[in-house]
């Protein structure tokens, strides 16, 4: 039925001046050397089964060679300017004024000098750049423990992936695409990732992060929903996420915050808000962790709150309290017990190590958003905006195809399981 009322949203589409800017800035996560993920077989296509989801895109002179994946790819994003910048003021207005409050913006086409130039999905890999909390979490003495360990990683996740002062959108995954990419840890193996677009309407994305050495492994899938709030956009983050044990037996379910973007009629930045959920069944510890959003006068920005307790005591093992943007603190029941401090923006993550894209498939994600990366780069927002649209229309093209052919699209790198999505080669 939501996928439904999905296919009934209409398309927005504004049209951009053909004026182009200097973009100085770049995305971050150096290409140093590509370590393999493990080998995925591909679905094989039979009967009325298809698993190739876009034409392959045709490689052109714009995919300048002689610009290395270090020089494109590394760097800050800067901060998106509406106020200051009238075409650009311009163009967004036109866009609200097609929009009512409430408006599913899932189909609505941003304009490209407010694109991020990296995909969804390797913004979810930024979220997870912290190897070492991650595998360190299985090392925790007692399930009170490990909860207090994954409870730290959920926290710093989200400013791990903030990479621009704000306002600024991912490109939306093409179905099909999939990004992949490893973080070597000195201590242990390296930490593997792997993203796949699993559907486009409604738009999922399904994750998986592992370890083998060390034995615990992250999967999930989300489920982005953004909605027109006036002067904002919220985008509910529907999904779950579980970080698994294997030598504990344990499992650590997450919900997840909703994203807002404000002011994006002046300079837009992002914050959290919302009750997240950590869970552990087998041990009963549950963490209930609050996001705030700022007051409209006063109050402190990028506030999160909340507890850690035993199902069967009455009382909290600790309270949260801090800023996800940096500096948090557990405090004990124990007065006994020291306060646990740790600050997001300290706890910096390590470069991700990803395929040269010369080296990658067709639908990889810097490879299939190449020309529109390049082109944002040298501030070329027609060539942008053209690259763009093409691989929407390719997409477009080949749903209908299979529509009018009763064709299943079938996902390459995960499977269905209950209401959510595994990795094939989930570690057992």
Known sequence: MLAAQAKQTAVVVVEEVDHTSAVNSLIPGS?????????????????KEISSPVSAPNETAENDASLSDETLYEGTIDQLDIEGDKEKKSVVLQLLSQLKLGTDMTRVTSPVFALERRSLLEMYADFLSRPRMFQSITEGDSPEE??????????????????SSGGRKPYN?????????????SDYDPVKF???????????????????????????????????????????????????????????????PTVYVRSILTLPWVELGGVVKVVCRKSGYQGTLEFHTKPS??????????????????????????VWTGEMKMTFGDPGREPVVFDAAKAAGIDKIVRPVSEQGDYESRRLWRRVTLALKRGDRAKAKQ???ELEERQRRDERARVENVL????????RSGNGWLFNESLR
Not at 31 to 47: A, G, H, L, R, Y
Not at 173 to 185: K, S, V
């Open 173 to 185: 995954p093409i179905l099909g695409e999939f990004f992949e990419c490893t973080w070597n840890n």
């Open 31 to 47: 290409t140093i050397e590509w370590i393999p993920p493990s080998d995925v077989e591909s679905s094989s296509i039979k009967n």
């Open 194 to 256: 792997t993203a796949e677009q699993v559907s486009h309407n409604p738009p999922i994305t399904a994750l998986h992060l592992e370890s083998p050495s060390k034995r615990v492994q992250l999967t999930g899938h989300v489920w982005s929903k953004p909605k027109f709030l006036g002067m904002a956009v919220g985008v509910e983050l529907d999904g779950e996420i579980c970080i698994s044990l294997l030598e504990h037996d344990e499992e650590y379910l997450f919900t997840l």
């Open 408 to 415: 299943e699209y079938r996902p390459k790198l995960f499977c």
């Open 387 to 389: 690259a763009k649209e």
């Open 146 to 163: 490990r909860m207090i360990r994954t409870t730290k990683y959920f926290l710093t996740a989200f400013f791990s992936g903030k990479i």
């Open 297 to 322: 006068y006063g109050g402190v920005a990028n506030g999160v709150s909340g507890d850690i307790r035993d199902a069967s005591s009455t009382s909290a093992l600790c309270e949260i309290s801090g």
